[in-house]
């Protein structure tokens, strides 16, 4: 059982930064893709980023795409969000994810965080 927190996430006016991060608890974190996903009021949960076990291999939604990235430090168990040029339709619950296989698709992953607020004022 893999337990994941997130952390980072707050109030930002638009244009700003936020990094979020989310630690995994498991010492196997390194076989395990990563994804990132959001949720705003009255939505369907989205995809956002997602990174391979390595790190070597991303993506991301278009509607993040040259603002958003993904990484991971595999030695501390840790998958970052950085997030840039915050627009206020960003603003969402975001949710880490852990899958055997990367992917877009939120059913791809076995494990979620409970999620942290972002909201991006305008």
């Known amino acids: 059982q893999v337990q994941l927190v997130e952390s980072g996430g707050g109030l930002v006016q638009a244009g700003g930064s936020l990094r979020l991060s989310c630690v995994a608890s498991?010492?196997?974190?390194?076989?395990?893709?990563m994804g990132w996903f959001r949720q705003a009021p009255g939505k369907e949960r989205e995809f956002v980023a997602a990174i391979s076990k390595t790190g070597r291999s991303t993506n991301y939604a278009d509607s993040v795409k040259g603002r958003f990235t993904i990484s991971r430090d595999n030695a501390k168990n840790t998958v970052y969000l950085q997030m840039s040029s915050l627009k206020s339709e960003d603003t969402a619950v975001y949710y880490c994810?852990?899958?055997?296989?990367?992917?877009?698709?939120?059913?791809?992953?076995?494990?979620w965080g409970q999620g942290t607020q972002v909201t991006v004022s305008s």
């Open positions: 994810a852990a899958g055997r296989n990367t992917g877009a698709v939120a059913t791809r992953y076995e494990y």
């Open positions: 498991e010492g196997t974190f390194s076989t395990y893709a």
